[in-house]
């Protein structure tokens, strides 16, 4: 069962003959993990998991962009028309016990989690971020470091 029947995420991996209903890969939000979000989930970051559903296709909201290359999420985003991505898997899905692979890097000075919101911010803004030391997982400061 989809822990949210009004907004899912998913990719369209077959539509049926009729053309009336279509199955999906399932998408969540970090949101509605029992874990919720956390402060290295991106607003634009989906989880991917191997869960198939069935839904009408009048059901369709929009066509979104999701990306499973963070680079090119980076390449892509204008601050406007904003793509999603993401960057980990549920593994055997079931909301109550799951296992999220694989874990993310530690790319701060102080140990925790990079935000990829953070980097976007700053290539988006400054247009000149050291974009090679950041796709390269290089260490980086995050925005609340004390170090």
């Known amino acids: ?55 009408f296709v009048k059901n369709i909201q929009k066509k979104i962009q999701v990306f499973s290359n963070i680079e090119l999420w980076i390449d892509c985003a204008d601050g406007k028309n904003m793509p999603y991505f993401y960057r980990q898997m549920i593994k055997d899905f079931d909301l109550e016990n799951y296992q999220i692979v694989p874990a993310i890097k530690k790319i701060c000075v102080c140990g925790k989690v990079y935000n990829p919101d953070h980097t976007l911010k700053d290539i988006i803004d400054l247009k000149e971020a050291d974009l090679p030391a950041i796709l390269k997982n290089e260490i980086l400061k995050c925005p609340k470091c004390d170090f």
Do not use: C, W
């Open 1 to 55: 069962m989809r822990p949210n029947k009004e907004i899912n995420f998913g990719k369209i991996t077959q539509i049926d003959e009729d053309g009336v209903a279509f199955y999906f890969a399932l998408y969540l939000k970090p949101e509605n993990l029992k874990t919720g979000k956390q402060y290295y989930h991106s607003q634009y970051e989906l989880i991917k998991t191997e869960k198939v559903e069935k839904e």
